[in-house]
């Protein structure tokens, strides 16, 4: 009877948990816009981050050197949002209603400076592990 009891008050305090999955990255085919940009600001709004950027170079898309954009991203890494920091990013993502967003299911990253310079876009990969008959 003990133990039923110890059986019910532990499912009773289970909660569900959601987790991030992606099928695939998303490389330069599969999204709007590739850039690399550095962070000038934050904000939390509606349940998403707004993240102010200044572009650096534009690999896809009509943005110029220079130019200061908005990304946004879910604030919940559940719903793969992007934990954005102060620094430089290779940003990857889709315009909707003029506003781009991204997701860590493409190859938005934050950049070192020594990769900067170097820096070439990433292709669609699928993070799917094939199995073989």
């Given at each position: 009877m003990?133990?039923?009891?110890?059986?019910?008050?532990?499912?009773?305090?289970?909660?569900?948990?959601?987790?991030?999955?992606?099928?695939?990255?998303?490389?330069?085919?599969s999204?709007?816009?590739?850039?690399?940009?550095?962070?000038?600001?934050?904000?939390?709004?509606?349940?998403?981050?707004?993240?102010?950027?200044?572009?650096?170079k534009?690999?896809?898309?009509?943005?110029?050197?220079?130019?200061?954009?908005?990304?946004?991203?879910?604030?919940?890494?559940?719903?793969?949002?992007v934990?954005?920091?102060?620094?430089?990013?290779?940003?990857?993502?889709?315009?909707?209603?003029?506003?781009?967003?991204?997701?860590?299911?493409?190859?938005?990253?934050?950049?070192?400076?020594?990769?900067?310079?170097?820096?070439?876009?990433?292709?669609?990969?699928?993070?799917?592990?094939?199995?073989?008959?």
């Amino acid at each position: 009877m003990k133990r039923i009891l110890i059986t019910i008050l532990a499912l009773s305090f289970t909660v569900a948990t959601y987790a991030c999955s992606c099928g695939e990255k998303k490389g330069i085919e599969s999204v709007d816009a590739v850039f690399i940009a550095k962070v000038k600001s934050i904000e939390e709004i509606d349940n998403k981050y707004v993240v102010t950027m200044k572009i650096k170079k534009s690999f896809k898309g009509d943005y110029q050197k220079g130019q200061k954009i908005e990304i946004s991203t879910p604030t919940q890494s559940a719903a793969c949002g992007v934990t954005f920091t102060k620094g430089k990013y290779a940003i990857y993502g889709n315009e909707h209603n003029k506003q781009i967003s991204t997701r860590t299911c493409s190859h938005t990253a934050k950049l070192e400076s020594s990769e900067i310079k170097n820096y070439e876009p990433k292709k669609t990969r699928n993070m799917r592990k094939r199995i073989s008959e």
